[in-house]
């Protein structure tokens, strides 16, 4: 019987672990605003709501070179490796909220316009440098 209870936990440990990025032996600390910090299109130093679905799309399209308008798991895949390389400790992976079997461009966008809307602190369409320099709020 206890043979069975230290089956059972290594395999749902292992399971935990299934899908994971591979442990860094050196992760940078990246603060969140990181995330949004390169949607500046004009280097102001604020970034607009514009801004940011401006460099969005950009970005799913790049992404989508299937031309579906949903990214497929490869797809899906190379955006994950690619924002874990560019974010790391900030990174956060697209995933298949709607079970669709791909991510569309709402998917796509859903971390860095939570984000937005959570830096924005007067809630104006705009986060400033004053406001990047804040702590993310709670709604």
């Known amino acids: 019987m206890q043979w069975n209870s230290a089956l059972v936990a290594a395999a749902l440990l292992?399971?935990?672990?299934?899908?994971?990025?591979?442990?860094?032996q050196?992760?940078?600390?990246n603060p969140p605003r990181t995330i949004l910090?390169?949607?500046d299109a004009n280097r102001d130093g604020t970034i607009t709501r514009a801004e940011l679905e401006q460099g969005l799309r950009a970005e799913f399209?790049?992404?989508?070179?299937?031309h579906t308008g949903c990214l497929d798991e490869e797809e899906a895949?190379?955006?994950?490796?690619?924002?874990?390389?560019?974010?790391?400790?900030?990174?956060?992976?697209?995933?298949?909220?709607?079970?669709?079997?791909?991510?569309?461009?709402?998917?796509?966008a859903a971390t860095p316009r939570?984000?937005?809307a959570q830096m924005d602190a007067n809630d104006d369409g705009?986060?400033?440098?004053?406001?990047?320099?804040?702590?993310?709020?709670v709604r």
């Open 77 to 108: 895949r190379a955006v994950n490796d690619k924002r874990w390389q560019q974010d790391q400790s900030t990174a956060s992976p697209l995933m298949d909220f709607k079970g669709q079997g791909c991510i569309d461009f709402d998917e796509f």
């Open 37 to 39: 910090e390169h949607y």
């Open 61 to 66: 399209a790049a992404a989508d070179a299937k």
């Open 26 to 29: 050196e992760t940078e600390f």
């Open 114 to 116: 939570s984000l937005f």
């Open 14 to 24: 292992l399971s935990a672990c299934a899908g994971q990025p591979p442990p860094r």
């Open 126 to 137: 705009k986060i400033t440098p004053n406001e990047l320099r804040f702590r993310l709020r």
